[in-house]
T-cell receptor, first 106, second 114 residues
Framework: GIQVEQSPPDLILQEGANSTLRCNFS?????LQWFHQNPWGQLINLFY???GTKQNGRLSATTVATERYSLLYISSSQTTDSGVYFC????????FGSGTQLTVLP | EPEVTQTPSHQVTQMGQEVILRCVPI?????FYWYRQILGQKVEFLVS????????KSEIFDDQFSVERPDGSNFTLKIRSTKLEDSAMYFC????????????FGNGTRLTVT
């Protein structure tokens, strides 16, 4: 199966700062999703983005399918953005990365 | 927006007991999945299910696990004889197509085996 690498593993920001999370894939994927796992453990779907760029409020994502990576941008971060961010991609079954633990300090 | 619902949200069981985790996928979806997340680790694929049979399973999904779609709406994961290491969050997901379609995840069932 494919390998999914996320970076950085941990990120600490001051409220209001911007950040970029990266996801690399070992092979081509036909499905790519970004999730936020909240403190209760729920997986909140942020983006379905096998290619191109999407924006949703302060969040945006870009996937360059030909180079097998995706980026998640968080602008003007808030304390409620804290949690673990996962990317996941599939050629067959959806494979998750190890996540980025984001902490936003007030 | 339609949701995948999972019950119960928390389940505590004793080692050796059988548990059944329940899921109601989105109604027009045809592909169903179970994933597992041990505390502090990444989310791992267990099994996919289509047309009333398993289409793919991981090494984790051994003989103590089984899945079933007992009726037109429910999708269940049974763990026959639970072990301490089965303690995890179990997520159900569904999608309307095999490829080029997002998976929609439920809120998970937190299973604690004591």
């Amino acid at each position: 199966g494919i390998q999914v690498e996320q970076s950085p593993p941990d990120l600490i920001l001051q409220e209001g700062a911007n950040s970029t999370l990266r996801c690399n894939f070992s092979d081509s994927v036909n499905n790519l999703q970004w999730f936020h796992q909240n403190p209760w453990g729920q997986l909140i779907n942020l983006f379905y983005i096998p290619s191109g760029t999407k924006q949703n409020g302060r969040l945006s994502a870009t996937t360059v399918a030909t180079e097998r990576y995706s980026l998640l941008y968080i602008s003007s971060s808030q304390t409620t953005d804290s949690g673990v961010y996962f990317c996941a991609g599939s050629a067959r079954q959806l494979t998750f990365g190890s996540g980025t633990q984001l902490t936003v300090l007030p | 927006e339609p949701e995948v619902t999972q019950t119960p949200s928390h389940q505590v069981t004793q080692m050796g007991q059988e548990v059944i985790l329940r899921c109601v996928p989105i109604s027009n979806h045809l592909y169903f999945y179970w994933y597992r997340q041990i505390l502090g680790q990444k989310v791992e694929f267990l099994v996919s299910f289509y047309n009333n049979e398993i289409s793919e399973k991981s090494e984790i999904f051994d003989d103590q696990f089984s899945v079933e779609r007992p009726d037109g709406s429910n999708f269940t994961l049974k763990i026959r004889s639970t072990k301490l290491e089965d303690s995890a969050m179990y997520f159900c997901a569904s999608s309307d197509r095999l490829n080029n379609s997002p998976l929609h995840f439920g809120n998970g069932t937190r299973l604690t085996v004591t």
